[in-house]
Nanobody, 114 residues
Framework: VQLQAFGGGLVQPGGSLRLSCAASGTIFSNNLMAWYRQAPGKQRELAAGISSGGSTNYADSVKGRFTISRDNAKNTVTLQMNSLKPEDTAVYYC?????????WGQGTQLTVSS
């Protein structure tokens, strides 16, 4: 199962962007889903997670700025990102929690820069 993340781009500090993720197969069913990110030279980290029932959790670095949501009928997960900072620059991926090693996909690049 491949998870396709899209919606990245170049944004100025303080700006907003919305990422989306679509999956084929049954990876969404009854699974925790998450947005992960990997900044240059750093390990991949979990930015935001959501249960099948809609409960959410966030990394401290994005809490209050990012909002994760999901549509189980459409097999999509979205990440609304506000008040973006240069340190949010990374490749963003969606995957389950724990992640499925075969489903990372290529991710989508977010660059926050003036």
């Amino acid at each position: 199962v491949q998870l396709q993340a899209f919606g990245g781009g170049l944004v100025q500090p303080g700006g907003s962007l919305r990422l989306s993720c679509a999956a084929s197969g049954t990876i969404f069913s009854n699974n925790l889903m998450a947005w992960y990110r990997q900044a240059p030279g750093k390990q991949r980290e979990l930015a935001a997670g959501i249960s099948s029932g809609g409960s959410t959790n966030y990394a401290d670095s994005v809490k209050g700025r990012f909002t994760i949501s999901r549509d189980n009928a459409k097999n999509t997960v979205t990440l609304q990102m506000n008040s973006l900072k240069p340190e949010d620059t990374a490749v963003y991926y969606c995957n389950a929690i724990p992640p499925d090693s075969g489903s990372w996909g290529q991710g989508t690049q977010l660059t926050v820069s003036s």
